[in-house]
């Protein structure tokens, strides 16, 4: 398994939380599956949050990009990262 840094594992739960961040994003940014994320937030989360996290990633179509309704293509809100003047 990669090693990751602190900042990397951060993020890495961030991503993994976000309902519309897919699996696939991940692999694509960090170059770990789900059974490799599955060990990280395992051992980064409480058990109780990861369990939280594992029933909500079973019940959530947008996982998978090829899930996804044909009208969701980003992996975050269009007013998510809004530029603040």
Do not use: V
């Not at 990861?50 to 269009?78: D, F, Q, V």
Request: positive net charge; aromatic residues 8%.
């Amino acid at each position: 398994m990669k090693k990751f840094n602190e900042e990397d594992i951060n993020r890495l739960i961030e991503m993994a939380w976000e309902d519309r961040t897919s699996l696939d994003a991940i692999k694509r940014n960090y170059g770990i599956d789900e059974s490799e994320l599955k060990i990280i937030m395992k051992n980064h989360l409480s058990m109780n949050a990861y369990k939280l996290w594992r029933k909500r990633m079973k019940n959530s179509h947008l996982r998978h990009e090829s899930l996804r309704p044909k009208g969701i293509t980003r992996a975050y809100c269009s007013t998510q990262y809004k530029l603040k003047n």
